[in-house]
């Protein structure tokens, strides 16, 4: 809006309070802009197509990613309280430039704006997020085959297999970590935890207890602590999380550090930062070794448990026919490829759709428990 002044130049009070608000508006996209772009320091983001070997003139500026990341953060309120909307994320659009994602329940929802402050918005039907717990039910048998990661293992058990506190149906152990002389075995809150409702102490299974796991027979650990669950209550008035992850007491006789045969091997110790399209690989108890890629940052998602719902900030997407389901929560997620970071810990799977899988951060995982990978 062009804004006039009168005659001898003074500016009408109503224009000077409208240009005043432009300039705060203009004030604050900018610190949001800067602030994502800090946040986003650690990133080097390929451009699609890019080779992995890409030099830097071939990166995108990160400051286009920030943008979107300010304008997406700006917007989150309004979009996760719309209903049929499961979440949010910054990623590449079809022209391989950085958009806003928005992640639908289902194709019919309404109300979704064709952009936001200018910038494009993209839309995925993923299907609601939920935990990747499998459903109790009867126990599975387990093949024969001995890397089935289903089935009971001799001790020291492999990483990225069965598990569970004893009222848990089943999960998976993703990676020995230790602090000092003391070890642990990594996995989800509501995995080791049962959603918040387990004690410390308790028993922790392998294999988990849908899979045949007795308790106190088929006991690895115990569990010694773990990130309490923030749910929504109600709807739409959901606390930020940001990790759902516990760790259980064991030992080194009882915990290997390695996969089955069949899997990715032993994971490194220092971790990889996500970036986008950066293809990653897991081994969990149901699929098993899969490869996925990375394709959504910053998410923001609502996440079902059960009868619960919690949101989630700061997440990671992986895309991959396949690469997770059921029962695999609590995988670690690693670099792929076989260069210098292959097997570098990127994420903690928790929680997918129809077509996408979440991952908390490995680094907050770590930092929040002190801990490191027990890897090469």
């Given at each position: 809006?062009?804004?006039?002044?009168?005659?001898?130049g003074k500016?009408?009070?109503?224009?000077?309070?409208?240009?005043?608000?432009?300039?705060c508006?203009r004030?604050a996209?900018?610190?949001?802009?800067?602030?994502?772009?800090?946040?986003?320091?650690?990133?080097?983001?390929?451009?699609?197509?890019?080779?992995?070997?890409a030099?830097?003139?071939?990166?995108?500026?990160?400051?286009?990613?920030?943008?979107?990341m300010?304008?997406?953060?700006?917007?989150?309120?309004?979009?996760?309280?719309?209903p049929?909307?499961?979440?949010?994320?910054?990623?590449?659009?079809p022209?391989g430039?950085?958009?806003v994602?928005?992640y639908?329940?289902h194709?019919?929802?309404?109300?979704?704006p064709?952009?936001?402050d200018?910038?494009?918005l993209?839309?995925?039907?993923t299907?609601?997020?939920?935990?990747?717990?499998?459903?109790p039910?009867?126990?599975?048998?387990?093949?024969?085959?001995?890397?089935?990661?289903?089935r009971?293992?001799?001790?020291?058990?492999?990483?990225?297999?069965?598990?569970?506190q004893?009222?848990?149906?089943a999960?998976?152990?993703?990676?020995?970590?230790v602090?000092?002389?003391?070890?642990?075995?990594l996995?989800n809150n509501?995995?080791y935890?049962?959603?918040?409702?387990?004690?410390?102490?308790?028993?922790?299974?392998?294999?988990?207890s849908?899979?045949g796991g007795?308790?106190?027979?088929?006991?690895?650990?115990t569990?010694?602590?773990?990130m309490?669950?923030?749910?929504c209550?109600?709807?739409?008035?959901?606390?930020?999380?940001?990790?759902?992850?516990?760790?259980?007491?064991t030992?080194t006789?009882?915990?290997g550090?390695?996969?089955?045969?069949?899997?990715?091997?032993t994971?490194?110790?220092?971790?990889l930062?996500?970036?986008?399209?950066?293809?990653?690989?897991k081994?969990?108890?149901?699929?098993?070794?899969?490869?996925?890629?990375?394709?959504?940052?910053?998410?923001?998602?609502?996440?079902?448990?059960?009868?619960n719902?919690?949101?989630?900030?700061?997440?990671?997407?992986i895309t991959?026919?396949?690469?997770?389901?059921?029962?695999?929560s609590?995988?670690?997620?690693?670099?792929?490829?076989s260069?210098?970071d292959?097997?570098?810990?990127?994420?903690?799977?928790f929680?997918g759709?129809?077509n996408s899988?979440?991952?908390?951060?490995?680094g907050?995982?770590?930092?929040?428990?002190?801990l490191?990978i027990?890897?090469?």
């Amino acid at each position: 809006m062009k804004l006039s002044r009168t005659r001898g130049g003074k500016e009408p009070q109503e224009a000077r309070t409208e240009r005043h608000t432009i300039m705060c508006r203009r004030g604050a996209l900018r610190l949001a802009t800067l602030a994502a772009a800090v946040a986003l320091d650690a990133y080097l983001i390929w451009p699609v197509g890019a080779p992995a070997n890409a030099g830097l003139p071939a990166l995108l500026d990160y400051q286009d990613l920030a943008a979107a990341m300010a304008v997406q953060e700006r917007h989150n309120p309004e979009l996760l309280a719309m209903p049929g909307v499961a979440g949010t994320a910054v990623g590449f659009g079809p022209a391989g430039l950085p958009v806003v994602k928005v992640y639908l329940d289902h194709e019919d929802v309404a109300g979704i704006p064709a952009s936001l402050d200018g910038h494009r918005l993209v839309t995925e039907v993923t299907g609601p997020f939920e935990a990747r717990d499998p459903s109790p039910a009867s126990p599975e048998e387990a093949a024969a085959d001995d890397t089935d990661p289903r089935r009971s293992f001799a001790r020291p058990v492999p990483i990225g297999v069965s598990t569970g506190q004893v009222d848990v149906t089943a999960g998976t152990i993703g990676a020995r970590v230790v602090s000092g002389s003391d070890v642990f075995a990594l996995s989800n809150n509501h995995v080791y935890a049962n959603r918040n409702q387990a004690n410390k102490g308790d028993h922790i299974l392998q294999p988990g207890s849908v899979d045949g796991g007795v308790n106190p027979t088929d006991a690895i650990g115990t569990l010694h602590d773990f990130m309490p669950i923030r749910f929504c209550d109600p709807f739409p008035v959901c606390p930020a999380n940001q990790i759902d992850a516990a760790i259980a007491a064991t030992t080194t006789d009882n915990l290997g550090n390695s996969t089955p045969s069949n899997g990715y091997g032993t994971p490194r110790s220092e971790v990889l930062a996500a970036k986008l399209g950066m293809e990653v690989q897991k081994y969990g108890r149901t699929t098993g070794h899969t490869h996925g890629k990375i394709s959504g940052l910053n998410a923001t998602l609502n996440v079902g448990f059960r009868d619960n719902t919690a949101r989630f900030s700061g997440q990671i997407v992986i895309t991959g026919n396949g690469f997770s389901a059921p029962g695999d929560s609590g995988s670690l997620i690693v670099a792929g490829g076989s260069g210098p970071d292959s097997r570098r810990p990127v994420g903690l799977l928790f929680a997918g759709s129809n077509n996408s899988t979440i991952a908390n951060p490995i680094g907050l995982v770590l930092d929040h428990f002190d801990l490191r990978i027990d890897g090469n």
